[in-house]
Nanobody
Framework: QVQLVESGGGLVQAGGSLRLSCAAS????????MGWFRQAPRKEREFVAT????????YYADSVKGRFTISRENAKNTVYLQINSLKPEDTAVYYC??????????????WGQGTQVTVSS
């Protein structure tokens, strides 16, 4: 099992910045990728960014490219999401997730509790 705890959310003005953290514990050696997702009120959860645990390859949703940066500190089993140039539409609960390679493929099987990001105009 893998446990994930997000932190760093808060209330910021449009144009401001935040850095979200995701601390992983448990069987972290089994994690192949870690990612960030977000869910706004009355909307489905959407993909934000992902990073490979070993090679560090990253991928971003088009809506956040150029503004968000995902990074990692493997020694701390921690993944970060640097969020710049925040927009009101970025307001959501942000979730950290961990993907494990199994016989059924790579899926995000583990999720954190979420951290609220609210962007005011």
């Amino acid at each position: 099992q893998v446990q994930l705890v997000e932190s760093g959310g808060g209330l910021v003005q449009a144009g401001g910045s935040l850095r979200l953290s995701c601390a992983a514990s448990g069987r972290t050696f089994s994690v192949a990728r870690m990612g960030w997702f977000r869910q706004a009120p009355r909307k489905e959860r959407e993909f934000v960014a992902t990073i490979d645990t070993s090679g560090g390859r990253t991928y971003y949703a088009d809506s956040v490219k150029g503004r968000f940066t995902i990074s990692r500190e493997n020694a701390k089993n921690t993944v970060y999401l640097q969020i710049n140039s925040l927009k009101p539409e970025d307001t959501a609960v942000y979730y950290c997730a961990a993907a494990v390679i199994t016989t059924r493929g790579i899926t995000y099987d583990y999720w954190g509790q979420g951290t609220q990001v609210t962007v005011s105009s």
